[in-house]
């Protein structure tokens, strides 16, 4: 019995000794250099993107999808009774769309434009005001009635000849 915990004891012994040889058992316990370890800083130069270089009449084209898109959303909206964020999102972005469609036109088609740029405006206010969706209806009304008019006055081939 004797015999047997001496050889335990040397067996653990050696076991140890030969752990603490063990190279990864040293790197286990060495202190790590700290300048090693720091990442070198990128410097980039910031580059202003062009974009695609599209004529007048792609543009136009993009932004009248992108509000009659926006603005079927909005409709979308006001008609699932979704949240007032989800609404007051969609005519912030189809408004978005329709001043950046002002910009591209001259004068005189600006001023016509200005008139829808108001009513969304106003719908855009009236969505905010009105927090339970209660006037939901009303608003979905003059939503369709602004699209109506936009879309009667304002597409391609009747604006064609009036872009800047």
Request: with cysteine; glycine share 4%; charged share 30%.
């Amino acid at each position: 019995m004797r015999l047997r915990k001496i050889f335990l004891v040397l067996l653990c012994y050696f076991l140890l000794l030969d752990l603490a040889g063990c190279e990864s058992f040293a790197r286990k316990f060495t202190r790590k250099s700290k300048k090693a370890d720091q990442a070198v800083e990128m410097v980039l130069v910031p580059e202003e993107y062009k974009g695609p270089n599209m004529t007048k009449e792609e543009l136009y084209r993009q932004y009248f999808l992108f509000w009659k898109s926006w603005h079927d959303e909005l409709e979308n909206a006001l008609t699932q009774r979704s949240s007032i964020k989800k609404k007051v999102d969609c005519a912030q972005e189809a408004l978005k769309n329709l001043v950046n469609m002002k910009n591209m036109l001259v004068a005189d088609m600006q001023k016509n434009l200005d008139v829808y740029i108001n009513r969304t405006i106003d719908l855009l206010a009236s969505i905010k005001s009105d927090i339970y969706g209660t006037n939901d209806s009303r608003n979905l009304y003059i939503a369709e009635g602004i699209k109506s008019d936009i879309h009667k006055g304002f597409i391609y081939p009747k604006i064609k000849n009036y872009l800047k």
